[in-house]
């Protein structure tokens, strides 16, 4: 039998998208400019079991695997292989449970990271890591990439939440792994391993995810800065000044522009760059705390900046900076870096970036995780302008080279994928690369699972 | 030439204990009854690259090579293989670095827990991570086991600050693992593999580790309870109140009058079991959450409860706490219990626990970070009792049953060592025993990092 006829055997037939037109929409993710191949087959499992039928018919014909969210990546790690099944969680859509006693969730891997978020709401508690795509991209997805966002750099990353997961290995076991009580040292730590692997390591088939209590409402400090360096300036001040903000974000003139153009808010008017601050530390703690941030952003030459008062305002600032991706993709082409440098060295890195642009020619717009000096510059060039193109491709490299330089990583929170391999392999070692493949070979011996995603190809690897 | 000749010759005469009976003092941890075997030598390096060319030699020579804290493990991790080199990094006590914006430190591994926590208080940083051996263990070795703590039922523990390792592996590479940034995605999670790996996937070299404004001083809630199962009770009900403790300590009769034996301090006159609960919460919602503890504690049963309004009288409670484990050992030999439940099941575990202790007749006291599940239940057997230690043993393995069964693990924070071996391999399943065997061989093809440690033997892993 065919690996086709295996699976629509194993699985049945409406799991399957034969449809070639509807194939090519499952093909990539939202990283534009990553290469997407054509896979042979879509599947859209329901259950653990029938993820496991699917591996293991993969393993039977040594076909690739390359799993699938919702498709809102931006490095290409879910973009198909000439030839491959993907698999897509879409259907995988149930809250298992919700424990408010032991404050965890469990969740299949298509659940929508806002509705998980929602019903956990009901019940008190709260899933913390929120990436801007949190609308849209699913807990299955949020795992393989280790998604950050927008209240990580007080209450950090997906990786942080995980206790358990269920997972179909490269050898097409189901198995588990981690544990569901608050501490646990029973072996080596292969949960924490496979979150972040990006599909490369095992297919996650269930997601137990730590919960935290609701928050009291947040306060934010608004700023306004005429230059970017300016409210890198601030940002470094809120991290010398001791505050642990619960969000710190940047949004440049570009992001606001491009907003403002689709959704006309009339933020572009009065401000060059947008500084947004938060705390929800309780009580008079909160107010000392946005108190502190207002001082450093004033004293960061804001050209204004004021505690809000108003929750609908403060909302509206934090839509725009979340609208602010897709309403750049709409200019073109964008070319997305998610370098993270030391907070210290935010003003000096986002320096650098407005002088790549300028020696590049290519316009950068910034949106930030500033706080956690997560940086997002996002090179957009017209459409069909090969030459600009080319141009971007060189801006990007420099941009991770000066990361590099700056004590920075190539990657923050979207992951390697595609766009970053070349990026991993000047950051990671030749030994730690060496690391890297024998922990690969060790858990997917027959290369099935999202090859050629993460570790650097052998032509990488030579890069000095 | 010999390995011995070799070693002397690479790092130094003065970095060996060639000594016989002197060696013997570094054999064994704190695992009174895991086997220890005879090394052939010991060694003491200063630097990476001294460890980087004992690990080489011993690559060599295929001669094990045991890594070594301060020795306060309690699972026999860091107990000597007979002919192996035992690697002691208790002359690796450098703080390298203290960052305040950054808010990270970089420590050699031999540097004392209580040491570091010290060293960051002078810049208004906390290290969190507290094992009741912070004044003795180092960070290395709370790294091998990523050790936990009373205060990690609210702020996580080891792994949960580890940024950066520096680690010499299995092949003899020196590398650098993990990142300096808030965040990074940039391959696979391997420093937090190397966390609780217990040193048989790398010896770790240098620590950069995450720290936190210090905090404001906690309010304590101290409880007295006629039985340890509505000590329990309380437990849960805290954790249903939506409280999250900064501590949740439980202390036992049998605890209470060994500390009152050895120090003098009066506690087991009033108390059957004490708990102790903690808020650091800053004003008003620290107040609150204090108020909501008391009225757990006295929902279930306390016979006297009380916020503390005295700071000396609460850090007395807490040393009690601390001293728990050391006045035990003074009674005899202490087989110890490290299980983790389900917070829920706390109650219930409790209860068993005095079950198993009747039905085999030996002594059980109990310590457990309550809060999050963790309980340390200390059998306790008379001196050269052949019998009673018989009985412990039984006992041992039965606490570990009742845990697997309540959703728990055998191994909170303690590591599996020796001691747990068996247990592992009642907690994982075949295919992820497989998978634990498959990354050993990946990192240490040669074998030579603590073997023994951890991975079941092939007659452990056919037990049912």
């Not at 698999?87 to 859509?93: D, G, K, P, V």
């Not at 590049?360 to 030459?387: E, K, M, R």
Request: glycine content about 10%.
């Amino acid at each position: 039998m065919t690996l086709v006829d295996e699976v629509r055997a194993a699985i049945g037939a409406e799991r399957l998208i034969e449809d070639q037109d509807v194939q090519a929409s499952y093909a990539s993710d939202e990283a534009e400019w990553a290469p997407a191949g054509k896979p042979l087959l879509v599947v859209r499992p329901r259950t653990s079991a029938e993820v496991q039928e699917v591996v293991r018919a993969c393993l039977r014909h040594r076909v690739p695997l390359v799993p699938r969210g919702a498709g809102t990546g931006l490095s290409g790690g879910a973009n198909a292989i000439d030839g491959c099944v993907v698999l897509s969680t879409e259907q995988m859509t149930r809250i298992v449970e919700i424990d408010p006693v032991e404050r965890l969730a469990v969740v299949q891997p298509g659940v929508v990271n806002d509705h998980l978020r929602a019903a956990c709401a009901e019940y008190g508690l709260w899933y913390p890591p929120d990436p801007a795509s949190a609308p849209w991209s699913t807990i299955g997805g949020n795992v393989a990439t280790n998604a950050g966002g927008l209240c990580c750099v007080k209450y950090g990353v997906t990786r942080d939440y995980v206790l358990e997961l269920e997972v179909v290995t490269g050898t097409g076991e189901l198995v588990r792994l981690g544990r569901r009580t608050a501490k646990g040292v029973a072996g080596y730590d292969l949960a924490g391993l496979i979150v972040g692997s990006e599909g490369t390591l095992g297919v996650v088939t269930e997601v137990t995810v730590r919960l935290r209590p609701l928050r009291e409402p947040e306060r934010t400090v608004a700023g306004y800065f005429d230059s970017i360096v300016a409210a890198g300036e601030a940002v470094r001040a809120v991290g010398a000044a001791g505050v642990v903000p619960s969000a710190l974000e940047l949004v440049d003139r570009h992001c606001l522009a491009a907003v403002d153009a689709w959704k006309n808010m009339g933020l572009s008017v009065d401000a060059n760059v947008v500084l947004l601050g938060r705390s929800d530390a309780p009580g008079p703690a909160g107010d000392a705390e946005a108190a502190t941030m207002l001082a450093c952003f004033d004293g960061a030459g804001a050209t204004w900046a004021a505690v809000s008062t108003d929750a609908d305002e403060a909302e509206a600032l934090f839509a725009a900076r979340r609208l602010a991706y897709p309403a750049l993709e709409r200019l073109g082409p964008v070319l997305t870096e998610d370098v993270c440098v030391p907070k210290a060295a935010v003003p000096e890195m986002l320096g650098r970036i407005e002088a790549v642009a300028a020696r590049n020619d290519v316009l950068i717009a910034n949106i930030a995780h500033a706080g956690d000096g997560n940086l997002h510059p996002l090179i957009i060039t017209p459409v069909g302008d090969a030459a600009a193109r080319g141009r971007a491709q060189v801006a990007f490299d420099q941009i991770l080279s000066d990361a590099l330089e700056l004590g920075g990583t190539v990657t923050g929170e979207h992951g390697v994928g595609l766009l970053k391999r070349g990026g991993l392999s000047r950051e990671l070692s030749p030994a730690v690369q060496a690391m890297h493949r024998a922990v690969k070979s060790a858990l997917d011996p027959a290369g099935i699972l999202n090859p050629g995603k993460v570790l650097p190809t052998a032509a990488e690897a030579l890069q000095p």
